[in-house]
């Protein structure tokens, strides 16, 4: 996996030293010149070429939506996108099915900054958690914040960069940076329920494992419809649909499952234990 | 015996329609005869307006009923709609009437307190309707529009959702076969083609 890195790091490198010569020699053309321009072209079809192998693997990867709970083989790590408090509240109630155990499980949220109904949300969650089950059993979680891409009322015309920053933050801030030792690097699983982060979440990780940086058996996204979305797919979900982006991809209702061909998984908002 | 009735229209936008009919003296009087003890109204921005209404009308509460308006709650689960759950002895089942939000809708599945949805069909779009109307086919709520009448209905359609319900909860929507186990997040297993092919044939 390193040298790959280092060859995809050593392709950028080439790319960058053949344009910058280009630049400084175009006065005398000669062959080393064509070679050069030939060379170029290599390099930005490179990445054309990486995006469709990261997309075919991406289609030759399936999600079985188990109906028995499995054996854990090893250590897992799930990410979990949050968005606004509808959401959020949503996600957690397909969390908390009172299954038997979290152990090895470990558990990162991602929050937008800001965003204090979720944070209150998931801890309490957590905090049920370490009441509900033996110590040995509760698994381990962390909460990671990240700049909104775009913050209400902001003018577009700095939303690209705020866009941006949401995106480094959320590579270097989430997906690179792994949970203490003990857990597994990169997330087995990304969840995301309809909130517009979870498309930057999607994209960043297809440029990362366009670059040979996550390996391709990792960080499957799987995107669960809103249980709202009776008929028709959010903009979030058209767009993950369309292009493609989500390994696993589901609706919670039959009318919007026909119309759009995709998996029909029934409401699992509704695993959730009851307080009755 | 206690017996409360909460309305919600959420926390943004407000949902003016919904406020004025639960400001009637009209549906006072009918919850009153209903046996409730309590209306609590929580109206977001329209809070201003709605709490001098309220003052106004003071004299036209019926004796038996308490009408209070607040503008939010920090934890309307925990603070307000646990009150519409029943307490042996002290508390009856009570009602929530709700605008058609997500999030409160599925509080009240959460605690199994009754609902009435009420869609804001002034919002973009109307995806309200399409939620309300789901939700009444499958049993889990009482679709109403701001009309008194309406209204006035769904109150006393509560009692058979609640019976219905009884046989129904926690089993899950009728969308589901009565055998097939349903999925978890938990239980999602990643299966990659090659991976797949190659175990094949190193078992062949």
């Keep these: ?276 | 015996m206690e017996k409360h009735c909460l309305v919600t229209v959420g926390a943004t936008v407000g949902f003016p329609d919904l406020t004025r009919a639960a400001l009637e003296p009209v549906f006072w009087g009918h919850l009153a005869s209903r046996g409730f003890t309590s209306l609590r109204i929580q109206c977001g921005p329209d809070s201003d307006w709605a709490t001098s209404d309220l003052d106004s009308k003071m004299s036209q509460i019926p004796q038996e009923l308490n009408v209070d308006v607040f503008k939010l709650s920090k934890n309307l689960m925990r603070e307000e709609m646990t009150l519409c759950k029943p307490v042996e002895g002290k508390r009856g089942v009570g009602l929530i009437i709700s605008h058609a939000g997500t999030g409160t809708i599925l509080d009240a599945w959460k605690l199994a307190v009754p609902i009435i949805v009420v869609p804001n069909t002034s919002l973009l779009d109307d995806h309200q309707t399409e939620l309300a109307r789901h939700l009444s086919k499958e049993g889990y709520a009482i679709h109403s529009s701001t009309k008194l009448d309406h209204l006035k209905e769904a109150v006393d359609k509560i009692d058979m959702l609640r019976e219905e319900n009884q046989t129904r909860w926690p089993p899950h929507s009728l969308e589901r076969g009565a055998t097939e186990q349903p999925a978890s997040i938990w239980n999602i297993e990643v299966v990659e083609a090659h991976k797949e092919e190659a175990s094949q044939l190193a078992q062949g």
Aim: hydrophobic share 45%.
């Design chain 1, 1 to 276: 996996m390193t040298s790959r890195r280092g060859i995809a790091l050593a392709a950028i490198g080439l790319g960058v030293a053949a344009v910058s010569i280009q630049f400084t020699t175009s006065k005398h053309v000669h062959v080393s010149h064509v070679l050069l321009q030939i060379l170029a072209v290599l390099m930005a079809t490179a990445p054309v070429i990486r995006h469709f192998a990261v997309s075919r693997h991406r289609a030759r990867t399936t999600i079985d939506w188990k109906r028995a709970a499995r054996q854990r083989v090893g250590d897992e790590y799930y990410l979990f996108v949050l968005g606004s408090g509808g959401h959020t509240k949503e996600m957690l109630m397909m969390m908390d099915d009172g299954q038997a155990s979290f152990a090895g499980i470990h558990r990162r949220y991602m929050v937008s900054r800001g965003d204090d109904m979720s944070l209150h949300h998931l801890e309490e969650f957590e905090s049920r958690i370490g009441l509900e089950y033996d110590a040995a059993e509760t698994g381990t979680y962390d909460v990671r914040t990240v700049t909104r891409a775009r913050r209400v009322h902001q003018p577009l015309i700095t939303t690209p960069f705020s866009a941006l920053l949401s995106l480094c933050n959320i590579i270097f801030g989430v997906l690179l940076s792994s949970p203490s030792a003990g857990t597994q690097r990169y997330p087995t699983i990304i969840f995301s329920n309809g909130p517009a982060n979870g498309l930057f979440v999607a994209l960043a990780v297809h440029l990362l494992k366009m670059a040979h940086v996550i390996p391709e058996g990792k960080c499957a996204f799987v995107y669960i419809e809103s249980w709202a979305r009776i008929s028709t797919l959010s903009l979030t979900g058209k767009l993950l649909h369309y292009t493609g982006m989500a390994d696993g991809f589901a609706v919670q209702h039959q009318p919007v499952a026909l119309r759009y061909g995709v998996t029909n998984v029934g409401p699992l908002v509704f695993n959730c234990r009851r307080e009755v």
